[in-house]
């Protein structure tokens, strides 16, 4: 395993805010196998980016600490509460938190439109072109 359990929860807590089911698509994250797609994803990565981003993970989880000064991690915060926290994430003047944001967001965004379910609803074909 490369992920924790506690790193795929917060991955994929990010994932759902960030794509929830019945949105722009009838699925979302929440229908998609993210733990397996992460792992597949980030296998053979180098040790220190991984290392990096496993405290990407960390800092992200308690942010809501430090920038918003919710007694919550990310994880342990209502629905609703998450999406508020991603657009202040998104939106804000500090060029950390804006990062940390497109990361996860990158990454999200990556595994769930590789599933092969999406890919066919947005019309995506894979072939070879050589």
């Given amino acids: ?3 924790t359990s506690t790193e795929h929860k917060i991955l ?3 994932g759902e805010a960030m794509i929830p089911k019945g949105g722009p698509f009838a699925l979302g994250v929440k229908d ?5 797609s992460l792992e597949k994803l980030f296998l053979g990565m180098d040790p220190f980016i991984l290392k990096g981003l496993k405290w990407l993970l960390k800092f ?3 942010s809501p600490i430090l920038f918003i000064f919710k007694l919550n991690t990310f994880t ?3 629905e609703q509460d ?3 926290y991603l657009i202040r994430l998104e939106n ?3 060029y950390i938190c804006r990062a940390m944001f497109l990361a996860l967001k990158t990454i999200s965004v990556i595994v769930f ?6 890919e066919n609803e947005i019309g995506y074909k894979r072939e070879c072109l050589i």
């Fill in 82 to 84: 998450r999406e508020s």
């Fill in 32 to 36: 998609i196998d993210m733990a397996s």
């Fill in 60 to 62: 992200f989880e308690l």
């Fill in 92 to 94: 804000s003047s500090l």
């Fill in 1 to 3: 395993m490369v992920f």
């Fill in 12 to 14: 994929r807590s990010f």
């Fill in 113 to 118: 439109y590789s599933d092969e379910r999406i």
């Fill in 76 to 78: 342990k915060m209502s």
